[in-house]
């Protein structure tokens, strides 16, 4: 087994469950035995580490001009409940082959090279990549959601905005991630160089109807907002299918008021998630799906807008060295987009370059514990990765 498998099962594996799923969840004690792990293999590779103050871990390896800004590598910590061995580990470990190859190699790069490990990548009440988003400035200390859910961690607004790094002092972002999807599984490919990472839109919508007597209220004279919630649904599914091949439409959760078997439904709220590329999909979707839900009867339809996520483009510069890299390597690979939020989008908030390096997830699987990717694939993306540093470090 190769060095970076052998990181990978053994920093991944902690918070292991008996059915071998993963369970490290953000700032969780497993979270910080990965922490822990993790920061000692940086120690031993002669990086300068450190854990701010919102429990991102960070590792600095000295350049030979030391003006020159960073190369950073970075990914998280973190796992889903009974999430996988790779989502997120893989992109930390592959920092850390990369120091090991440059140190058996006998190499100082010109310039500083980083490794982060962030925390809360997953979503939670703090929102989805939190750590990379205080490290970015993009997280705002003040905000009332925020200061809300901070306590409850032990943390404060002050916490966040130390977390803060001047980014302009980075060159570049690389992240080496998993797909999460099955297109590099079903295609000959063994790499993707992504293009961007989706927009991602959420609405809390909610179904206003009348609560009544479910067996003397007729079918005729009911006014339900779980069958008209069901009906926008579907419709609204359907009209994501004609609109883009591409274009993600997602129903996670749903609540229904007053929840009883023998009253009708008065009120029904579920999130409506939508992911593309472009905006003016999804602004055209949510157009479509306010006019689908006016046309339902008996009931009214309020929208919510709580998440307006736009999508990121990857750096043209390091997408050709990540694709100049693989086919120097005799490696196959494609260019695609990424339909999965990742810590890069963060890191790109104040117009830093990011590129993504992906490697194939077997039959699309994540977030589960059956997420696998084979050894050779996480062989061949570190390689790729490691060129692509080399390469990163002759820029101007």
Same mark, same amino acid.
């Given at each position: 087994?190769? $060095? ?59 350049? $030979? ?11 998280? @910590? ?14 930390v470990v592959g920092g850390l082959e990369v120091v090991h190859r440059l $140190?058996?190699?006998?190499?100082? @790069? ?58 302009? $002092? ?9 797909? %999460? ?56 599914? %359907? ?68 998440? %307006? ?8 510069? @390091? ?11 005799g490696v196959r690979c494609t260019v695609m987009p990424s339909g999965a ?43 790729? @990765?490691? %060129? ?9």
């Amino acid at each position: 087994m190769s $060095r970076i498998n052998e990181m990978l099962r053994r920093y991944g594996s902690i918070g292991k469950n008996e059915d071998n799923s993963i369970t490290r969840v953000g700032n969780s004690e497993a979270y910080r035995q990965a922490v822990g792990a993790v920061r000692e293999e940086m120690d031993r590779l002669g990086m300068q580490t450190d854990v701010d103050p919102v429990g991102n871990l960070h590792g600095y390896l000295a350049g $030979r001009d030391e003006t020159k800004r960073s190369i950073v590598i970075g990914s998280h @910590l973190d796992t889903v409940i009974n999430g996988g061995l790779f989502d997120g580990m893989l992109g930390v470990v592959g920092g850390l082959e990369v120091v090991h190859r440059l $140190r058996e190699q006998g190499i100082t @790069l010109e310039h500083p090279l980083e490794i982060f490990g962030f925390n809360f990548e997953e979503a939670s009440p703090l929102g989805g990549t939190f750590g990379s988003r205080c490290v970015s400035g993009m997280a705002d200390p003040d905000a009332p959601d925020l200061a809300q859910s901070l306590p409850q961690y032990g943390w404060t607004p002050a916490d966040v905005a130390a977390a803060k790094r001047d980014v302009s $002092r980075y060159a570049c972002y690389l992240e080496y991630h998993i797909e %999460q999807g099955d297109y590099l599984d079903t295609h000959p490919f063994d790499i993707g160089v992504v293009s961007g990472i989706v927009g991602i839109v959420r609405y809390t919508v909610t179904a206003v109807g009348m609560s009544n007597h479910a067996g003397t209220t007729m079918m005729a004279g009911r006014r339900d907002a779980l069958v008209a919630m069901s009906k926008l649904i579907a419709a609204a599914d %359907q009209k994501a299918r004609e609109l883009s091949d591409t274009l993600v439409f997602t129903v996670g959760k749903i609540s229904v008021l007053p929840g009883q078997e023998n009253v009708i439904a008065g009120e029904c709220t579920a999130t409506f998630e939508f992911r593309h590329m472009d905006k003016t999909v999804t602004d055209a979707f949510f157009a479509a799906v306010q006019k689908l839900a006016a046309e339902i009867p008996c009931c009214t339809f309020h929208f919510t807008n709580t998440c %307006q996520k736009y999508a990121t483009v990857c750096d043209p510069r @390091l997408m050709e060295a990540i694709g100049q890299s693989a086919a120097e390597l005799g490696v196959r690979c494609t260019v695609m987009p990424s339909g999965a939020g990742h810590d890069a989008a963060a890191m790109a908030h104040e117009g830093v370059p990011i590129g993504m390096i992906f490697v194939p997830s077997v039959a699309g699987i994540s977030h589960h514990g059956k997420e696998w990717t084979r050894e050779e694939h996480v062989d061949l993306g570190a390689d790729v @990765l490691y %060129q692509t540093v080399l390469k990163a470090d002759r820029f101007d």
